[in-house]
């Protein structure tokens, strides 16, 4: 048998090291194959059973182990990955739509809308979001949408995040939204029509619904940065449609949209 060369350099994945292991091709070859349970960046799929601060593509990791004797190598029934990060696209994509979860997205109805008495560019919104009381938030869209569009309609609340004291007024929520580039053109997600106040929003299939977990509380998101590390991947399609990368925004309606912005951001 061929003597085995092993080559360690820094890994990608959580500043472990890597094994690269050559040797003739009848060397005998053992492995043993560790997975991470999801641990992926805070804003996102599932929480559980941790959140941490590592990054989407670190959600996966494989660390090949061997004797100076033997060969460490793919499984063969392991999903074809990235050669540069050994993370699967399809795992990727399930591991970000899992860590959204974390995010209490919601319907929500906006009840009563004004101009902020101390603040040019912010609204102030009493929103229905299925609970006992409106909540109140503050939302910058004077320069892009006018207040009477505001009033009784159909909104998308993230309502997880810690409250803001807003030029003394105390905001409980955010109201989403797609954006241009420029930032110069901003519209509010609309769920589908029939959309009840207060029901939780998914990304993915109908029956992604039944697999959602619960949320992350305020604190976990503001302490992980949940909704920073999952908002660079919300995007609008070229039909208007939300998604988490693949995955669009439901809910037991339909679709999430906004009215014409396509391939827009999300925020």
């Not at 110069?184 to 998914?202: D, H, K, T, Y």
């Not at 399609?237 to 809910?251: K, Y």
Request: net charge neutral; proline share 6%.
């Amino acid at each position: 048998m061929a003597a085995a060369v092993v080559v360690p350099r820094t890994s990608t994945f959580g500043g472990g090291m890597r094994f690269i292991i050559t040797t003739s091709a009848n060397a005998l070859i053992s492995r043993r194959i560790w997975r991470s349970s999801y641990r992926c960046c805070p804003l996102a799929g599932s929480p559980s059973p941790a959140l941490t601060g590592i990054s989407v593509r670190s959600c996966y990791w494989r660390r090949w182990c061997s004797s100076t004797s033997s060969v460490i190598g793919p499984s063969a029934e392991a999903p074809a990955a990235d050669t540069e990060t050994g993370v699967s696209e399809e795992g990727e994509e399930d591991g970000l739509r899992k860590a959204a979860d974390a995010l209490d997205i919601r319907v929500g109805k906006v009840v009563r809308a004004w101009r902020h008495p101390e603040a040019d560019s912010l609204y102030v919104e009493e929103v229905d979001v299925g609970e006992a009381e409106p909540r109140t938030i503050c939302s910058g869209l004077v320069a892009y949408v006018p207040l009477e569009h505001l009033q009784d309609s159909r909104v998308v609340v993230l309502a997880n995040l810690k409250p803001r004291n807003m030029r003394g007024i105390k905001s409980n929520g955010m109201l989403m939204a797609a954006s241009d580039a420029a930032h110069e053109n901003v519209e509010l997600l609309v769920p589908p029509e029939g959309s009840m106040p207060g029901e939780r929003i998914w990304f993915g299939s109908d029956e992604d619904k039944d697999k959602q977990q619960e949320s992350a509380t305020p604190n976990q998101v503001q302490k992980k940065k949940i909704w920073e590390n999952i908002q660079p991947h919300l995007k609008t399609t070229d039909t208007c449609v939300a998604v988490l990368g693949e995955h669009p925004m439901r809910t037991s309606a339909g679709m999430v949209v906004c009215k014409s912005l396509k391939l827009a951001n999300i925020s």
